[in-house]
């Protein structure tokens, strides 16, 4: 993805929010960088990612999806009424992917791994980071800045999450079936980010809030990178 691309929804932003935008497409780009050098996703795209590592990392994201579920109710609980669309949007969100844990869960078991080695699974480095972060975040006043979390994160679905899954089966010989979450993803995270553009034109509207949605894209992007790449020190 460019700074050029057209991505559905941005044409009718308003100028504070395309401002925004402009910001996160520029972290996305960096992320996308940081990603390429992690040496598990190194492995993928040069043919060398193995079965084990694919366990690996489910086994390492399952923390970051089961918090997922509860940053972003924490966030919508923490939105006031002068807020309500947002809440309720948001709210919304936390439905869908509220038990996507489970869906992961059982690509690591038809992976050859076992349910209760998952279930029973610490955070690596990166993920208790990534936690901490993102429920501080939630937790305050109307965290409109939590857009720039659902930007990376749902991007990596959209842009990335297919792919993945395609090559991992290439690489291992796993059956289309042990990747669901990923294919889940890949498929519905495109609406996901459409819901974005409507919470993106609705709280971008201050410099001081463009500024914030900006940083926080960008710590959650240096802590994803780091969940990942913890996955070799584990």
Request: proline content about 3%; overall charge negative; charged content about 25%.
């Amino acid at each position: 993805m460019t700074q050029d691309d057209p991505i559905g929804g941005q044409e009718a932003l308003q100028p504070l929010a395309q401002e925004a935008l402009r910001g996160l497409l520029r972290t996305w780009m960096e992320f996308e960088r940081k990603l390429a050098k992690v040496p598990v996703l190194r492995r993928l795209d040069t043919g060398t990612f193995s079965q084990s590592d694919y366990q690996r990392l489910l086994f390492n994201l399952r923390a970051q999806v089961v918090e997922g579920a509860r940053w972003i109710t924490r966030a919508a609980s923490s939105f006031d009424r002068d807020h309500a669309e947002v809440r309720s949007i948001v709210i919304s969100h936390a439905k869908d992917e509220h038990r996507d844990y489970e869906i992961l869960e059982q690509d690591y078991v038809r992976a050859g791994g076992e349910l209760e080695a998952i279930q029973a699974g610490q955070r690596n480095i990166g993920s208790e980071a990534l936690a901490a972060f993102l429920m501080h975040r939630a937790s305050q006043p109307n965290p409109v800045d939590m857009l720039g979390a659902m930007f990376i994160i749902e991007g990596l679905g959209e842009k990335m999450a297919a792919s993945w899954a395609e090559r991992i089966c290439e690489l291992t010989g796993l059956p289309e079936e042990a990747t669901t979450f990923l294919r889940y993803h890949g498929e519905n995270d495109e609406n996901h980010m459409e819901r974005f553009y409507v919470m993106l034109d609705t709280v971008a509207t201050s410099p001081e809030r463009v500024a914030a949605i900006q940083k926080t894209a960008k710590v959650v992007a240096r802590l994803y990178a780091l969940q990942l790449e913890e996955l070799d020190n584990v």
